[in-house]
Every structure is written in structure tokens, then in C-alpha cells.
């Protein structure tokens, strides 16, 4: 627990690559723990290296086999990588372990949404991430007023907000 510590509090210092480090030695310490690799893979994915990224997530996923987040940050992990195809099996992997797990939804929607065109397809996951989605989540009033643009456009019309600033974007999972 002392290594995680040392790493998030390096983490908020600014200091990743020692968060990295700590986060790595919290996760050799507890064989169990995916939680601290989840975070060092977070923290590669602000830097683009979705090689480590995935060796950390991979080690997580083995830790705790079909975790909905662990899966769900894959996705995001492949889908800014530019591999939409496994980015989505990901999502659909992460959906069928829970079917409720929001951010599951909220990230195959936008990969539908943005990826791959489907705007039909988006909305069905918008609409069941707005079922299941906390009232507290600050994707929320981005989503609902997307889906609800979306709903009004004839359908020749839809996907015309896409780019939008207030549009909701690929999130990793917490």
C-alpha cells in the first residue's frame, strides 16, 4: 500500500516517471493488486506508449480476469492506438462481463460514433449508458444532449455534431 501511495503522491508532483516505477513495485509487491498497473498503464497512455501501456494492462487483465474496466481501458488504449477493430472487441468484451458498466457503453458508443460512422449504433449505446450512467458523471449532460440531437436530425442529417467541443470523447475507465 506504501508503494501505491508513493505513487500517486508522485504522480500529483508531476514526477511519472518515478510514479511508473512505484506503481510497478506496489503491483511485484501484491501478486493480486491490478489496480497499480492500471495506473502506471493510465500514465503510459499520456505519453502515447501504448506498448507499455498494454504490457501493464495485460499483466492487470491476468490479475483479475474479465474486469468490465480492465477491458474497457484496453479498448480506449486500442482504439487511440488507431485499432478499431480490437478497440471494439475490447468494449464488447467488457459489456458482456457487465452489461451495465458505464464507461463500457459510453467508450463503445463513441468508438461507433467517431470510428466508425454508425450513428444508429452510437446512439443504442449512448441510450444504455444514460440508463446505467451515475448522475455525478461529467460525460453526462455532453451525452444526453448529443443523443438528444441526435434524435430530432432526420436520419441523413445525423452524426452533423460529431466535432463538436461539448461532444463526449474516448475515456479510459476509473
Not at 467488457?94 to 470510428?115: F, M
Request: hydrophobic fraction near 45%; glycine fraction near 4%; charged fraction near 25%.
Amino acid at each position: 500500500m506504501a508503494r501505491l501511495n508513493l505513487g500517486v503522491a508522485r504522480e500529483r508532483a508531476g514526477q511519472l516517471p518515478e510514479a511508473v516505477d512505484a506503481y510497478i513495485e506496489a503491483a511485484s509487491l501484491d501478486p493480486t493488486a491490478s489496480r497499480p498497473l492500471e495506473l502506471a498503464a493510465q500514465l503510459y497512455m499520456q505519453f502515447d506508449d501504448w506498448d507499455g501501456a498494454r504490457r501493464m494492462l495485460d499483466q492487470a487483465n491476468r490479475r483479475e480476469e474479465y474486469s468490465p474496466r480492465i477491458l474497457t481501458t484496453m479498448g480506449v488504449v486500442e482504439y487511440r492506438a488507431g485499432n478499431l477493430d480490437v478497440a471494439e472487441a475490447f468494449f464488447t468484451a467488457a459489456i458482456q462481463a457487465d452489461d451495465t458498466y458505464s464507461s463500457a457503453l459510453y467508450n463503445a458508443a463513441v468508438l461507433q460514433r467517431d470510428g466508425r460512422k454508425d450513428m444508429e449504433r452510437a446512439i443504442g449505446f449512448f441510450e444504455a449508458y444514460l440508463e446505467h450512467a451515475v448522475e455525478d458523471d461529467p460525460r453526462l449532460a455532453a451525452v444526453r444532449e448529443w443523443v438528444a440531437s441526435q434524435r430530432s436530425a432526420p436520419t441523413a442529417a445525423r452524426g452533423a455534431a460529431l466535432h463538436r467541443e461539448s461532444a463526449p470523447m474516448v475515456t479510459p475507465a476509473v
